[in-house]
């Protein structure tokens, strides 16, 4: 009985791990078509300057529109990717997207333009030899300058081969790009990669805004915000407060110092015509209150 009972659980236990490994193997095909079929586009999302109330930059953000299952999120997709090595073309894929997208808005808008297009960058494009050599290749293609392009990496972007990827940042500092920090705050040597890479800006984790104003953590995270913009400051480091989706959050992280902000709150991710017309809207001129008062009104 007890026998019978083993056998059938590592059966089962088979079978999960089958149907597991089907489904990864169907949406990595399914994802290798869906990118030939150009199924894949981006969104972009405002990140607003807490002092103007203008658009700064926008960040470019991929999305699936898969046939049958709707509009899918980087999360449900790009895991896999990730592990099949399917990121690196993806990552072209994006990088061209946003160049093409940010030389159509600098040939219509010129200076106006909501540029620069933030690209999020995945740790096999950094520990590609021939990385640099790429996006150079998509700016000739497409038009667009690479300071109408910002870099977005994370530690685990630059973890595999940090020496390479330090170098090659530099070296796409120096042909223009901005370079970002992503997610700060929630790795293990962040600090690390403050002092050996050149970081233009740094984008505060999601986590430490969403503890602002929450009655139980807000006096921990007003001190971690407040002194990694301190400590920004002394290394003449912008800093963005990501995933703000209150009022209260927007000006507490604004009291703490954050000259930037992205979230729900100002625009969620969308459409470029839409990021266009806010645009338009917001300008550089009005503050954030001035702005909440004319769009109630
Ligand atoms: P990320 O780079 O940190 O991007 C910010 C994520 O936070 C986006 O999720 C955005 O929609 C979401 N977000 C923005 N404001 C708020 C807010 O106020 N509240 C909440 N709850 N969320 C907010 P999304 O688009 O699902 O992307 C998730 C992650 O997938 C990104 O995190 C990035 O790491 C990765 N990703 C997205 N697009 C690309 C891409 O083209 N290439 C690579 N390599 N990674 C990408
Ligand atoms: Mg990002
Ligand atoms: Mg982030
Ligand atoms: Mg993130």
Not at 4 to 15: A, K, N, P
């Amino acid at each position: 009985r007890a026998k019978e009972l083993g056998r059938s659980r590592t059966e089962l236990y088979d079978e999960r791990l089958r149907a597991r490994l089907d489904a990864r193997v169907r949406v990595e095909r399914e994802l290798h078509q869906g990118l030939e079929a150009g199924e894949l586009r981006l969104v972009y999302q405002p990140v607003v300057s807490l002092t103007t109330g203008g658009i700064r930059s926008v960040e470019a953000l991929v999305r699936w529109d898969h046939p049958e299952r709707g509009t899918l999120a980087p999360g449900e997709f790009l895991p896999i990717a990730e592990e099949s090595g399917l990121i690196v073309r993806i990552g072209e894929h994006v990088m061209r997207e946003a160049c093409r997208q940010a030389a159509s808005w600098r040939e219509r808008l010129g200076d106006d333009a909501p540029l620069p297009i933030h690209v999020n960058l995945a740790a096999r494009q950094l520990s590609q030899t021939t990385f640099v050599e790429s996006i150079v290749r998509v700016l000739a293609e497409t038009g667009a300058r690479a300071a109408d392009i910002a870099l977005e990496i994370t530690e685990s972007s630059v973890i595999e081969n940090t020496l390479l990827a330090s170098d090659m940042l530099r070296e796409l500092k120096t042909l223009g790009f901005e370079i970002l920090l992503d997610d700060f705050g929630i790795g293990y040597s962040s600090l690390g990669y403050l002092q050996q890479m050149p970081i233009d800006v740094l984008k505060i984790d999601r986590s430490f805004i969403d503890a602002l104003g929450a009655d139980a953590d807000d006096e921990r995270a007003s001190a971690i915000v407040r002194a990694i913009v301190g400590m920004a400051d002394a290394l003449g480091i912008d800093v963005v407060a990501e995933g703000v989706e209150t009022d209260e959050q927007a000006r507490l992280s604004q009291a703490l110092g954050c000259s930037l902000a992205q979230g729900f709150h100002f625009a969620r991710p969308d459409r470029p015509e839409t990021v266009e017309a806010l645009h338009e809207r917001w300008g550089y001129a009005l503050t954030p209150s001035e702005r909440t008062a004319s769009a109630s009104r």
